[in-house]
């Protein structure tokens, strides 16, 4: 009788299902000794790293869009926080880069004097797994009085934003960049939005001024490379990524 009770009871729990790890309660569910994100069912919610999110100010918490997980500017983080399966993390490596835009050809003897320019580095793919391209990229910066646009669409995953003073640049020669902020891309491609403006550095926003006097959107291979990596910071001896990048015309 022993013998029959116990087959059942091994057939009734067979038939049950296996306890679920909830991956934010703090309570090791299913049992196997791992809480939360350090258990592997957990690796689709949490992503990274058992559960450590990178340092920044809302890292860990609950996110929609990259908008959710930025504590100041967009402008002022580094590395920008990203928001990653539905949490916020820094985990990618902030870098500097450089960037020399080409303007002889386009901008030389036009009479405008860009005073400041605006640098993003921008995933191909946006929050909601849609294509992010320079087409999309121009449709949503359209505002040229607005330096925010594609920040405010809380759309984009943009790895790293900069806004550089220029002073009075010779466009006959070019507009060098030499240390442009930036975060490593994780092995993801990337686009670069560039844009010149005409007024100076806001102090309270940190972004330009004025009017947007022209933009270049750059996604090619033969303009951005590879994917971002450590290797590329060129604060770092012997190191340095150098963007070429040859400037459209000013747009009216």
């Known amino acids: ?17 296996a306890p679920i790890e909830n991956c934010s309660n ?14 592997p069912t957990c690796s689709a919610q949490c992503n990274q790293d058992a559960g450590f999110f990178g340092t920044c100010q ?10 959710d997980c930025i504590s100041g500017q967009y402008v002022s983080d580094h590395p920008v926080p ?15 880069v450089r960037l020399d835009l080409d303007t002889k050809a386009s ?5 405008i004097t860009p005073q400041s320019a605006a640098s993003r580095f921008i995933l191909p793919t946006a929050q909601d797994g849609s294509a992010v391209t320079c087409a999309v990229l121009t449709a949503a910066a359209a505002d040229k009085l607005n330096p925010s646009s594609l920040e405010q669409v809380k759309k984009f995953q943009i790895l790293g934003l900069d806004v550089t003073k220029l002073g009075n640049p010779n466009l006959g020669q070019g507009v060098p960049l030499p240390l442009v902020n ?10 670069i939005w560039e844009e010149l403006w005409s007024g100076l550095v806001d102090s309270q926003t940190k972004m330009p001024s004025g009017r947007r006097y022209g933009y270049g959107c750059f996604e090619a ?13 060129c604060t770092a001896p012997g190191t340095c990524r150098d963007f070429k990048l040859v400037m459209p015309a000013p747009q009216p």
């Open 107 to 111: 901008w030389s003897g036009l009479g």
């Open 221 to 233: 291979a033969a303009d951005v490379g590879g994917p971002l990596v450590a290797t590329d910071d």
């Open 182 to 191: 930036t975060a490593t891309s994780d092995g993801h491609t990337f686009l």
């Open 58 to 67: 809302l890292c860990g918490q609950a996110c929609t869009t990259q908008n």
């Open 26 to 39: 703090g309570v090791d569910d299913n049992g196997d000794g791992l809480v939360d994100c350090a258990d």
């Open 82 to 96: 990203v928001c990653v399966a539905s949490k916020c993390q820094a985990l990618n490596t902030y870098i500097q």
């Open 1 to 17: 009788m022993r013998t029959l009770l116990g087959l059942a009871g091994v057939a009734l729990l067979a038939g049950c299902p």
